[in-house]
């Protein structure tokens, strides 16, 4: 708190809000105002370990103070910027990024969300094979413009928008048959997430993702690996598709990429080439202070190991979960630093629960609890997750009488 800053209450922020919001979202009856780590405050000054992180985008947690600097510093040196000249910050990030990106994934385009990231590889796609078919997954999520919500899967998010862009289908996930059936000599790509994050945190089986690889390459078929989600750290290595050894064509990035400032990235295959002049483009895109937070993000990231980090915590986090005795658990699955609970009832009431024991985490899909904890978080305070999950599942068990009457309400 500042001097001479309006402190306001969280009655006072809720009702602001709601004021004008658009109401797409079902927000939790919470304003948050402040974060460290791997702990944020609400407006009454209660806190919360976030395993939210804002959609999974804190993977350093909230306010690193080397990604703080380098925000600062780079706003105090040049701020706007854009691709028509070149830039110290965004040069150095694409060499630094792509140092760790896998194979010959080098050439990058930079943009400022996870679905402007999946537009710009559907296009790059059509342009590189001269195709114009998309074939995705059944429960995928890969944003909600219209070029990526026609590779998302979820009905809920797609008919009030109908008719999306013309030549997507779906199959069923881990079915490489299906895949194979699903393609022509019009596909221009096959777009996956080899970890489905949105539709319950469910991992592509390995056999799969290298029949895949092997299916693409033999008809001419880019693969798009969407790693908005699962990319920089989170699953444990710096890349999902790495635990895979699949490489991808196409590597779009997006969440955990800027540090909390908006960033995305299509990442494509030195084979693939470079693209014609003024084909695509993005105004805010490769702007240097994204490209500065993101450069702090990708040092801490190598200097303290987080992918090892996340790996070795995520571990210990399922097995955990795991030994948690409770009826309503159907399963604990995920990789890292990536973790899903499912549950045999929706998600709801557990994530209310979890909440009054001071967690914040998220639902995926109706019937699913996901964990994206920052990758910094300290063992007593996955501990401490742990605890609320047993102690939530608990309380919901408790009132379990109450809570079947309201949901059939
Ligand atoms: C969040 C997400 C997106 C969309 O990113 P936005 O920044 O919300 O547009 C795309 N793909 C995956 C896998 C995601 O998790």
Not at 268 to 282: D, M, N, Q, T, V
Request: aromatic share 4%; net charge negative; proline share 4%.
């Amino acid at each position: 708190m500042r001097a001479g800053e309006h402190l306001m209450l969280m009655e006072e922020i809720i009702a602001l809000e709601e004021r004008h919001t658009s109401g797409l979202n079902v927000k939790r009856p919470i304003a948050l105002v402040r974060g460290q780590g791997a702990m944020v405050w609400d407006a009454d000054g209660r806190a919360y370990l976030d395993c939210m992180t804002g959609h999974g985008v804190a993977t350093l947690g909230h306010c690193h103070p080397e990604v703080t600097a380098a925000i600062q510093t780079q706003a105090a040196t040049l701020v706007a910027c854009s691709e028509a000249v070149y830039n110290d910050q965004r040069a150095a990030l694409m060499e630094e990024l792509t140092h760790h990106t896998p194979g010959d994934l080098k050439r990058v385009f930079l943009c400022n969300s996870g679905a402007e990231s999946i537009e710009a590889a559907i296009k790059f796609a059509r342009f590189f094979t001269g195709r114009t078919e998309v074939v995705a997954a059944m429960r995928g999520f890969h944003g909600r413009t219209l070029g990526a919500l026609s590779a998302t899967w979820n009905a809920k998010y797609r008919d009030p928008f109908l008719p999306l862009v013309p030549g997507f289908r779906h199959v069923p996930f881990n079915n490489l048959a299906a895949m194979e059936d699903a393609l022509t000599d019009q596909t221009a790509a096959v777009i996956i997430e080899v970890i489905q994050g949105e539709g319950g945190v469910h991992p592509a089986d390995p056999a799969y993702l290298e029949g895949l690889r092997a299916l693409c390459t033999e008809r001419g078929v880019l693969l798009i690996v969407d790693e908005v989600q699962t990319g920089m750290g989170r699953t444990g290595r710096w890349f999902a598709c790495e635990h895979f050894g699949v490489l991808p064509d196409m590597l779009c990035l997006g969440k955990a990429l800027g540090g909390g400032v908006p960033m995305g990235a299509v990442i494509w295959r030195e084979a693939l080439g470079k693209l014609p002049a003024g084909i695509h483009g993005s105004t805010f895109g490769g702007n240097p202070l994204a490209c500065a937070a993101s450069r702090a993000v990708v040092h801490v990231m190598e200097r303290d190991d987080l992918p090892g980090r996340a790996a070795r915590l995520g571990a210990k986090l399922l097995a955990d979960l795991r030994a948690i005795r409770s009826p309503l658990i159907r399963e604990v699955r995920g990789r890292g630093l990536m973790v899903g609970v499912e549950l045999r009832r929706r998600a709801t009431q557990v994530l209310r629960a979890l909440m009054e024991r001071g967690v914040l985490a998220m639902p995926a899909g109706s019937t699913v609890v996901r964990l994206l904890p920052p990758l910094v978080i300290a063992e007593e305070q996955l501990d401490q997750v742990v605890q609320a999950m047993a102690q939530a599942l608990a309380d919901v068990m408790d009132t379990r009488g109450e809570a079947a009457r309201e949901e059939e309400e």
